[in-house]
């Protein structure tokens, strides 16, 4: 009787271990699906442009740094097959959600994907997008979280600041660092909040610059509309999709940020003094981005 309950209970291991050892089935018919992907860059060494696509230096009472940059979001993305392609005509692959509750139509913040570096911030399937060559990229950013560095006191600390660089954006509430600021309104572009701690306690300040650089290249034969965020730059190559490709289509939106944050420098130094107890303070003057360099692999 014990050899045949040790015989019952070997069988029963050794039917239960071949069933774990079994192989996944594997679908031999299955047909991967290509992405057209696309993800963030940020550069400090790229050169700085201005709103015309030419190189631009710091104008004379002002000062610049270059932020460090934590996340930012896309609302529009578009392939333009040459520089006479109008902003619309070219090639959408992406829009984000917009909203009429503040009032005008804006950008509706809440459902906007905000990203890091080197993370995908959009991806759709290359069988979705129009075969072509296309030479420009045109991107509508609407949102910057970066690190920057500020005088008070005589101190040098650093402090986060969000920005709204879009055409107008629907705001419930937004994180800055830490400390959650309520708005339930729509800001233009230009309007910012900025978070720091000062011995151990924590300050937070909203403001609006006076303008947004949009460095566009092709501004004589393909123009943005005033108060957009349209960047706009060339590929290397042109980029050209087929509809048969096999593999992923990885486009990287490189975006100069060399001096990108800039203001009025009351007293020459070249640090940014919000307030030093004495003099109203340095006033931020520019917050956009300083260029668009997309590349593809």
């Not at 909203?99 to 994907?113: E, I, K, L």
């Not at 949102?143 to 040098?156: A, E, P, R």
């Not at 949009?214 to 005033?226: E, L, Y």
């Not at 048969?244 to 975006?255: A, F, K, S």
């Given at each position: 009787?014990?050899?045949?309950?040790?015989?019952?209970?070997?069988?029963?291991?050794?039917l239960?271990?071949?069933?774990?050892?079994k192989?996944?089935?594997?679908?031999?018919t299955?047909v991967?699906i290509?992405?057209?992907?696309?993800?963030?860059?940020?550069?400090?060494?790229?050169?700085?442009?201005?709103?015309?696509?030419?190189?631009?230096?710091?104008?004379?009472?002002?000062?610049?740094?270059?932020p460090?940059?934590?996340t930012?979001?896309?609302?529009?993305?578009?392939?333009?097959?040459?520089?006479?392609?109008?902003?619309?005509?070219?090639?959408?692959?992406?829009?984000?959600?917009?909203t009429?509750?503040?009032?005008?139509?804006?950008?509706?913040?809440?459902?906007?994907?905000?990203?890091?570096?080197?993370?995908?911030?959009?991806s759709?399937?290359?069988?979705?997008?129009?075969?072509?060559?296309?030479e420009?990229?045109?991107?509508?950013?609407?949102?910057?979280?970066?690190?920057?560095?500020?005088?008070?006191?005589?101190?040098?600390?650093?402090?986060?600041?969000?920005?709204?660089?879009?055409?107008?954006?629907?705001?419930?509430n937004y994180?800055?660092?830490?400390?959650?600021?309520?708005?339930?309104?729509?800001?233009?572009?230009?309007?910012?909040?900025?978070?720091?701690?000062?011995?151990?306690?924590?300050f937070?300040?909203?403001?609006q610059?006076?303008?947004?650089?949009?460095?566009?290249?092709?501004?004589?034969?393909?123009?943005?509309?005033?108060?957009?965020?349209?960047?706009?730059?060339?590929?290397?190559?042109?980029?050209?999709?087929?509809g048969?490709?096999?593999?992923?289509?990885?486009?990287?939106?490189?975006?100069?940020?060399?001096?990108?944050?800039e203001?009025?420098?009351?007293?020459?130094?070249?640090?940014?003094?919000?307030?030093?107890?004495?003099?109203?303070?340095?006033?931020?003057?520019?917050?956009?981005?300083?260029?668009?360099?997309?590349?593809?692999?």
């Amino acid at each position: 009787m014990k050899k045949i309950l040790i015989l019952l209970i070997c069988s029963t291991v050794l039917l239960v271990s071949c069933s774990k050892d079994k192989d996944p089935i594997v679908n031999p018919t299955a047909v991967y699906i290509p992405k057209l992907i696309f993800k963030f860059k940020f550069d400090s060494t790229l050169a700085r442009l201005d709103n015309f696509g030419n190189p631009a230096t710091i104008p004379v009472g002002n000062s610049a740094q270059s932020p460090k940059f934590q996340t930012m979001s896309a609302h529009y993305i578009e392939f333009a097959p040459n520089n006479l392609t109008q902003l619309g005509a070219g090639e959408i692959v992406y829009k984000g959600a917009e909203t009429t509750v503040g009032g005008g139509n804006a950008v509706d913040f809440d459902q906007a994907v905000v990203a890091g570096e080197d993370v995908t911030i959009y991806s759709t399937s290359l069988s979705s997008v129009t075969p072509g060559t296309y030479e420009w990229l045109r991107v509508s950013l609407t949102y910057q979280n970066y690190d920057i560095k500020f005088l008070s006191s005589g101190v040098l600390y650093t402090g986060r600041l969000a920005s709204f660089v879009g055409f107008e954006t629907y705001i419930t509430n937004y994180t800055i660092n830490t400390q959650s600021v309520l708005v339930y309104d729509n800001k233009p572009q230009g309007y910012w909040g900025f978070e720091t701690t000062i011995l151990g306690n924590p300050f937070v300040f909203e403001g609006q610059a006076a303008g947004t650089t949009v460095p566009n290249p092709i501004a004589g034969t393909s123009p943005i509309p005033p108060g957009s965020c349209v960047v706009t730059g060339d590929f290397p190559t042109p980029l050209t999709i087929t509809g048969n490709e096999t593999q992923d289509i990885v486009v990287t939106i490189n975006l100069s940020t060399n001096n990108s944050f800039e203001w009025r420098d009351l007293n020459g130094d070249g640090l940014y003094e919000p307030s030093d107890g004495v003099n109203p303070g340095d006033t931020v003057v520019d917050m956009g981005l300083r260029g668009l360099y997309p590349t593809y692999q």
